[in-house]
């Protein structure tokens, strides 16, 4: 079947301007994830979904950042007035249930925003 | 809080030998643990995880890794590597009590390159 679909693949803002991230999860999948990827970094955990609620939004590092899902399906992750220090790959993830003991996440390929 | 420390930022192998990519945690209660491989412009796909029992877990692709808890390691080794194994490798945890078990801390990747 479909897996976590991404959009755009790239992206390049200029600095100051916003962007909007979009994540198509697995079909069924209740919890979706937002991660980022920052050059030579591991990945950041950013928020978290349990269908259109967000129990966790600790990573998201300013005001700057927001996302939300809608019908338990699609979400967009903006980000406002980027910086230069956004650039990074943004990846989305689904699964299942919540628990990391038996629903594997499954990621999209990711969104590469640069911020020039 | 929880960490991850993958050592070695870069390995390279010859075609048919050993693999060994190392991953060591900290962490105040044992840690569910996955390994993740990334292809290029992929997102990352599950390799194997321990979450309970036996300690040496096999995955995909003839991967495997043991969860020594003495050690605080859980290292992901494959006996003959192949060209197709090329990729970036990434060991991640989370926390199985209470309610953040969904909480994925990752370490910054390994790049493993196998030469012909």
């Known amino acids: 079947g479909a897996g976590v679909s991404q959009s755009p693949s790239n992206k390049v803002t200029e600095k100051g301007k916003d962007v909007e991230l979009r994540c198509d999860p697995i079909?069924?999948?209740?919890?979706l994830y937002w991660y980022r990827q920052s050059l030579g970094q591991g990945l950041e955990f950013l928020i978290y979904f349990q269908g259109n609620s967000a129990p966790d939004k600790s990573g998201l590092p300013s005001d700057r950042f927001s996302a939300e899902r809608t019908g338990g399906s699609v979400s967009t992750l903006t980000i406002q007035r980027t910086q230069q220090e956004d650039s990074a790959v943004y990846l989305c993830?689904?699964?299942?249930?919540?628990?990391?003991?038996?629903?594997?996440?499954?990621f999209g390929n990711g969104t590469r925003l640069t911020v020039t | 809080a929880q960490s991850v420390t993958q050592l070695g930022s870069h390995v390279s192998v010859s075609e048919g030998a050993l693999v060994l990519l190392r991953c060591n945690y900290s962490?105040?209660?044992?840690?569910?643990l996955f390994w993740y491989v990334q292809y290029p412009n992929q997102g990352l796909q599950l390799l194997l995880k321990y979450t309970t029992g036996a300690t040496l877990v096999k995955g995909i692709n003839g991967f495997e890794a043991e969860f020594k808890k003495s050690e605080t390691s859980f290292h992901l080794t494959k006996p003959s590597a192949h060209m197709s194994d090329a990729a970036e490798y990434f060991c991640?945890?989370?926390?199985?009590?209470?309610?953040?078990?969904?909480?994925?801390?990752f370490g910054k990747g390994t790049l493993l390159t196998v030469n012909p």
């Open positions: 079909s069924g999948h209740t919890a």
């Open positions: 993830a689904s699964s299942r249930g919540v628990s990391s003991y038996n629903s594997p996440l499954h």
């Open positions: 991640a945890v989370s926390d199985p009590s209470g309610g953040s078990n969904y909480k994925l801390t």
């Open positions: 962490s105040s209660v044992p840690p569910y």
